[in-house]
Every structure is written in C-alpha cells, then in structure tokens.
C-alpha cells in the first residue's frame, strides 16, 4: 500500500478558503493514483499563539503539563475542521489526536520527544479511510498525559509518521514556494534553493530559519525520508532535502539566517577554578535548560573569570532564577533579551578559507559589533544588537553573492 504523508502549516489551514484549498491539492493527488494519504496539520494560523499567551497569564513556565493540554488543542480543532470538510466533499476522511494512534513521548511537557508511533493504528484506519487527518505537535506520555512536541513541532509530527508508515517522501506545505537563500520578507532579493543538503538545513533550522523544525531534519536524515518543501498555493516544485553527496553544486555560503529566539546570559566574577563552568551547565541540564553559544573570558589577574552563553528566550527567567539558587558562586548575573543570532551556512565552507573575514569585514564596515562568535564545520553564528538584524541580513546576503 503507497502511503504519501502530507504536511500543512498553520497559513495553509488558516480560514476556509485555506482548507478549500487544501482539498483541491488532496483530490489531485487522489485522481493521479495516490490513493491513501495521511495529512498531518498544523493549528490555524494565530491560534497557538493566542492559546500560549492565555496560559501565561496563569503560569509562565511551559514545562507544565497544563500546558500541553491547553495548547494541543489548536491542531485538534484543525484536525477535526478538515477532516469533516473532506468527507463533505466525498472523500473518506477521519482525524486522529496523537493520543489515539498513539504517538509515545517521553515526558518532557512542552518540549517532548518522540520515542514510538503505533503504526499498526495507523494502516488498520487507512483500509477504512483514503486519508487520515493527525493533529501534529502532540503525542502521549508514560503517564498517559498529553505532550506537545515544541513550536513547530508538526514538521516533526508528520516525518516520524513518515518514517513509521516506511513512506519515502514527506510533503511540507507552507507559505513561500520553498527554502530560500534568507528570509524573503526580510530580503528582497533572497532565492529559492533547488537542492539543499540535510546538514545544511538541520543548520538553518536550529539556528532559526522557520521553514523547517530541526528535530524533522533529524528524523528525515536517521530514516533516510525526502523532505519536499512546496507552496501550498502554487503547483511548482519547490526545494529538496538531499544527502550531500546527491548535491552536485556546493556553493561556499548557500544561506543566512537570523534567530530572535534567545537570550544572552553572563556570570560575571566568577572563581577561576577547574571544574565551575561544569557545575553551572550541569545545574542548567539539570533544569532542561539547552545551552547554544558559549563565551569564556579571565582577569588580569586569573582569579575571576566571566562566562556568556545563550538559551532559548522562553528559559530565560528559568535559567537565571536556578543560577541564582544555586551554590555558584558569582559577583553579578546579567541577561539580554534584545539580541539577534546572525547564522551563515554551507557545505562548501568546508573546502574553501577565507569565509569568515568576508562575514567579519562585512559587518564592521555597517558598524555592527559582535558580541559572541560561535562556529561548526559547515557555519559560521554571530550574536550582535537586534535592531541591526535586517541590515545584517542584507549586507550578508549582498556579500556572498546569495541574490538573485
């Protein structure tokens, strides 16, 4: 049995005539010989924001399991929205929540991880059903409560499904014709990428392009799934998540991206002793606070020492509230929520020098001072003011020749 599995953002589900739509692109893929499909939906477009921003109100942290009920709720309303919409248009249609097929987690409430998908569930209800509508972004605990997967979590949702039901391809249907060499609200001039490589946009992803979730591009490049990413109101191809070696041009920069996700947190007089810097991201771990960017300066006199990291925006409050109980011991703690993370990524970066005086240059001449510098083999991360964000983006983007 031939198994597509189809992704749809929160833009492509957004109103009616977004659903309307959709069922045009699940009818032509039906009248073209696929004829079991399995739709995995976003919330509509507002709607987990909305829902996020009423449970704050009551609790600002969202490793509560509260939270996972209260904003899981989005996608089932979606869900069962298209799923009704279908079966009025002839086509047999079900909606499916992530607890009834189950879709196990671990109990990380609101961040959750994927550890197994009944996919016997799943085949049993498409010998009844030409497609199956899943709520993504949410799955089941060992304690058999609802999880949620993280924001952006139905990329996820819809690859691990893929990788379940042995379908080769994942369709991702968004907003924009695909993945583009930078945000093309921010830039112009920004292009569609053909091809790119797994390790490229696992790149991207993390460091805060929104096409794709990262944990997606994990899963696709474990289980070997092609991730198509394509407009949902267009009929054109749009980009490949390829291995690299099926990447025949290797460009030095193929993308930037900027992150406006995270917060700068320094530990200022700090005892320079062996093994501190340990004990203050093992108490960060410990609280399921990830750590990205790390930045250790000494004195003068090597007595005290400074450290700058980052973490996500949402743990920010979190992150400085178990610093401050914990037995380190530090002069003065500051954090900064008003920083961008300036990302460039490519393959080629591997085989060609010089990259990152382009990247250096090129933001002194517009004036724009680097906080912290980060680097992977394939990346070059800078964190600077976020108010300079667009004119990074541009001078970077004009730099590397990434324009149309």
Same mark, same amino acid.
């Given at each position: 049995? @031939?198994?597509?599995?189809?992704? /749809?953002?929160?833009?492509?589900?957004?109103?009616?005539?977004?659903?309307?739509?959709?069922?045009?692109?699940? *009818? %032509?893929?039906?009248?073209?010989?696929?004829?079991?499909?399995?739709?995995?939906?976003?919330?509509?477009?507002?709607?987990?924001? +909305?829902?996020?921003?009423?449970?704050?109100?009551?609790?600002?942290?969202?490793?509560?399991?509260?939270?996972?009920?209260?904003? @899981?709720?989005?996608?089932?309303?979606?869900?069962?929205?298209?799923? !009704?919409?279908?079966?009025?248009?002839?086509?047999?249609?079900? +909606?499916?929540?992530?607890? %009834?097929?189950?879709?196990?987690?671990?109990?990380?409430?609101? =961040?959750? &991880?994927?550890?197994?998908?009944?996919? &016997?569930?799943?085949?049993?209800?498409?010998?009844?059903?030409?497609?199956?509508?899943? !709520?993504?972004? %949410?799955?089941?605990?060992?304690?058999?409560?609802?999880?949620?997967?993280?924001?952006?979590?139905?990329?996820?949702?819809?690859?691990?499904?893929?990788?379940?039901?042995?379908?080769?391809?994942? $369709?991702?249907?968004?907003?924009?014709?695909?993945?583009?060499?930078?945000?093309?609200?921010?830039?112009?001039?920004?292009?569609?990428?053909?091809?790119?490589?797994?390790?490229?946009?696992? $790149?991207?992803?993390?460091?805060?392009? &929104?096409?794709?979730?990262?944990?997606?591009? $994990?899963? !696709?490049?474990?289980?070997?799934?092609?991730?198509?990413?394509? +407009? +949902?109101?267009?009929?054109?191809?749009?980009?490949?998540?390829?291995?690299?070696?099926?990447?025949?041009?290797?460009?030095?920069?193929?993308?930037?991206?900027? #992150?406006?996700?995270?917060?700068?947190? #320094?530990?200022?007089?700090?005892?320079? =002793?062996?093994?501190?810097?340990?004990?203050?991201?093992?108490?960060?771990?410990?609280?399921?606070?990830?750590?990205?960017?790390?930045?250790?300066?000494?004195?003068?006199?090597? *007595?005290?020492?400074?450290?700058?990291?980052?973490?996500?925006?949402?743990?920010?409050?979190?992150?400085? *509230?178990?610093?401050?109980?914990?037995?380190?011991? /530090?002069? =003065?703690? /500051? /954090?900064?929520?008003?920083?961008?993370?300036?990302?460039?990524?490519?393959?080629?970066? &591997?085989?060609?020098?010089?990259?990152?005086?382009?990247?250096?240059?090129?933001?002194?001449?517009?004036?724009?001072?680097? =906080?912290?510098? #980060?680097?992977?083999?394939?990346?070059?991360?800078?964190?600077?003011?976020?108010?300079?964000?667009?004119?990074?983006?541009?001078?970077?983007?004009?730099?590397?020749?990434?324009?149309?």
């Amino acid at each position: 049995m @031939s198994i597509l599995v189809m992704k /749809f953002g929160g833009t492509s589900v957004a109103n009616l005539n977004r659903i309307k739509n959709l069922y045009k692109l699940v *009818k %032509q893929k039906i009248d073209s010989g696929q004829k079991k499909l399995v739709i995995v939906v976003s919330a509509m477009s507002g709607v987990t924001n +909305s829902l996020v921003k009423e449970f704050k109100k009551i609790d600002d942290e969202i490793n509560n399991p509260e939270y996972d009920v209260v904003v @899981s709720t989005g996608e089932q309303y979606s869900s069962a929205i298209i799923s !009704a919409y279908l079966n009025k248009k002839g086509i047999r249609s079900r +909606s499916l929540m992530g607890w %009834q097929i189950p879709i196990f987690t671990d109990d990380h409430y609101g =961040k959750s &991880k994927i550890q197994s998908i009944d996919h &016997k569930t799943l085949k049993k209800f498409l010998k009844k059903f030409d497609v199956l509508v899943i !709520a993504g972004f %949410q799955g089941i605990s060992s304690e058999n409560r609802i999880t949620t997967l993280g924001r952006g979590g139905s990329d996820t949702s819809a690859v691990a499904i893929s990788a379940a039901l042995n379908s080769p391809t994942c $369709e991702i249907y968004t907003d924009v014709k695909g993945i583009y060499s930078a945000d093309p609200r921010l830039i112009k001039n920004a292009k569609k990428i053909k091809n790119i490589t797994y390790e490229e946009i696992l $790149e991207m992803a993390a460091l805060g392009s &929104k096409v794709l979730h990262p944990r997606s591009v $994990e899963l !696709a490049m474990k289980y070997d799934i092609n991730i198509h990413v394509r +407009s +949902s109101f267009m009929r054109k191809l749009g980009s490949m998540v390829v291995k690299e070696e099926n990447k025949l041009e290797k460009e030095v920069v193929t993308g930037i991206s900027a #992150s406006e996700n995270d917060a700068n947190i #320094s530990l200022k007089g700090i005892p320079d =002793k062996p093994g501190v810097a340990g004990q203050i991201f093992s108490i960060l771990a410990d609280a399921d606070i990830n750590v990205d960017m790390i930045v250790q300066n000494i004195t003068d006199d090597g *007595k005290f020492a400074s450290i700058t990291f980052t973490v996500p925006l949402d743990d920010c409050k979190k992150a400085v *509230k178990v610093l401050r109980n914990s037995k380190i011991k /530090f002069k =003065k703690i /500051f /954090f900064d929520t008003k920083i961008c993370k300036i990302s460039i990524v490519g393959v080629g970066m &591997k085989s060609n020098v010089g990259v990152a005086k382009v990247m250096f240059e090129t933001l002194a001449k517009k004036n724009i001072n680097i =906080k912290v510098i #980060s680097t992977s083999e394939i990346k070059i991360s800078v964190l600077i003011e976020s108010h300079k964000k667009k004119v990074a983006l541009n001078s970077l983007h004009k730099a590397y020749g990434l324009g149309l």
